[in-house]
């Protein structure tokens, strides 16, 4: 009896015990009996009517280590579970927060919390990962590495099956790196992975797969529409060490719809309209409307570059061909190239039906219409450089055939023969001029038919003898015409003289 009445006094006792608020002024441990609990103090803190976040709210557990001290990790809150040997540490600890106390089923949604686990028994490789719906969000391994989307990081920064996004109103949004090195070839980075497979197991690319997009939106008033992107594409099989790629660039249209605009191919070929560009630039990929690159062969002089037009240089060096297009009516096009001399060299090529036309470098260098030396002098339907040099001279055009034009303009440097008809000018006798035309077959300073022949006709030359030639003749004629008059006059007095003569013989 003693001893029941002793158990029911110690239990009412406890339990007065328990419901009443107790605090422990030595530890600093306090309970306001309105389920708050605070460590490091007796009085529980109520957070500001004013917090935005949290207004007039008491927390529920509060721990105060203090005002701070020298003492290194004095104030380290701690949560540990015991075990000295590997196989009683614990793997999980950590927080969870739930908002609700509905039953188990269904309720994962509404927990998170942070928690701390290890990979093993020795607990050598701890992870901490946010959680949310039961799901790990974010987690940091046991090198500092950072996943978000998985718990395996392999990078310091790793995003996983979700979408990184900067958002801001009123000003730019931005997502940047900065890197701090005095090395050349370091910076920041950006990267893009692709592997087929699993993230366990992966399996090499195949040829055409995308590797990655920058895609870039707008919105419309309804919702927000791509308006361009940037993709890397395999462009070729991969090898070991190597993953030939493709940079393509695209656009929306006025129907909405993105297409590709320009490709840089894996060769380093650029394409505008050409979606497997075979020339350094071509525009078109129909036919080759337009295409630029390098012509290296011996037959063109090791030409430096081309630019096609409806042509195309195929092939490796030497070996190389041209390709015309046709495009179901006809097949012409042109070449314009320049050489390690600096030439530059014209070659139209003409429709010859159809079909495609493959011409050899040869080919091109046959069809030259119109080439400029590397020293400014020009032909036209000539390329052999000794129809430019006659005797020696340099002349700056050559025409290889006829000429024709409305007007032709020679302007001449300096001593237009004007000198003639001035006083001091001592005009040759046409006794020495015939003398030197029964020598020489021709005028004096007119080059000779057979000088013509070799040399050619200086225009603006010849112009000039040739008018010093009307000159002298004019003033030989003045002089003849003055000597026609004396005797005209002479001839009036002598028939004048005989008139009388004859008049004084009759009487």
Do not use: C
Request: proline share 4%.
């Amino acid at each position: 009896m003693k001893k029941s009445i002793f158990i029911t006094t110690l239990l009412l006792f406890v339990a007065a015990f328990v419901h009443a608020q107790w605090t422990n002024t030595t530890p600093n441990i306090s309970n306001t009996n309105t389920g708050s609990v605070t460590i490091g103090s007796a009085t529980p803190y109520t957070i500001n009517a004013s917090a935005a976040l949290f207004p007039s709210a008491t927390p529920k557990l509060e721990v105060i280590t203090g005002i701070g001290g020298t003492t290194p990790f004095a104030d380290l809150i701690t949560i540990r579970r015991p075990g000295a040997t590997p196989d009683v540490v614990s793997r999980q600890l950590g927080m969870i927060f739930k908002l609700s106390s509905e039953s188990a089923t269904g309720e994962s949604d509404k927990m998170g919390g942070l928690l701390f686990e290890s990979a093993n028994a020795y607990a050598n490789s701890p992870t901490m990962s946010l959680v949310t719906a039961n799901v790990r969000r974010l987690t940091i391994d046991q090198n500092g590495k950072i996943g978000i989307g998985t718990t395996t990081p392999s990078y310091p920064f790793q995003l996983f099956n979700t979408t990184a996004r900067s958002t801001n109103t009123g000003s730019s949004a931005e997502f940047g790196f900065d890197s701090f090195t005095s090395s050349t070839f370091q910076g920041s980075r950006l990267y893009f992975g692709r592997s087929r497979g699993t993230s366990t197991a992966p399996l090499a690319v195949q040829s055409g797969d995308y590797i990655g997009f920058l895609d870039f939106y707008g919105h419309d008033g309804t919702a927000v529409q791509r308006s361009g992107q940037l993709t890397l594409q395999v462009d070729g099989t991969p090898s070991n060490g190597i993953v030939p790629g493709a940079f393509t660039f695209n656009t929306a249209g006025a129907d909405g719809v993105n297409s590709e605009r320009m490709r840089i191919s894996s060769a380093g070929n650029v394409g505008v309209a050409a979606i497997a560009p075979i020339s350094t630039f071509q525009v078109n990929s129909s036919v080759y409307k337009f295409s630029v690159g390098r012509a290296p062969g011996p037959d063109l002089n090791y030409g430096t570059s081309y630019i096609g037009f409806n042509a195309a240089r195929i092939g490796i060096a030497n070996s190389a061909n041209w390709t015309v297009e046709g495009d179901g009516y006809h097949n012409g096009g042109g070449v314009i190239y320049t050489d390690v001399f600096g030439t530059v060299s014209i070659a139209p090529v003409a429709s010859n039906g159809t079909g495609t036309q493959t011409l050899a470098d040869a080919d091109i260098k046959s069809r030259i219409a119109f080439r400029v030396s590397g020293t400014g002098n020009v032909g036209i339907g000539t390329t052999d450089n000794s129809t430019w040099n006659l005797s020696g001279s340099t002349y700056k055009l050559a025409v290889g055939g006829s000429m024709i034009a409305t007007a032709v303009t020679v302007k001449l440097v300096a001593n237009w023969p004007d000198y003639v008809f001035k006083k001091d000018y001592t005009l040759p006798s046409l006794t020495d001029v015939k003398t030197y035309i029964d020598q020489n077959q021709h005028l004096p300073e007119v080059p000779s038919a057979q000088q013509m022949e070799k040399d050619g006709i200086n225009l603006g030359e010849m112009n000039k003898l040739l008018l010093k030639k009307v000159e002298e003749l004019t003033l030989y004629l003045i002089e003849k015409d003055k000597q026609d008059i004396e005797k005209s006059k002479l001839l009036q007095s002598l028939q004048a003289r005989v008139s009388e003569l004859e008049k004084t013989k009759s009487k």
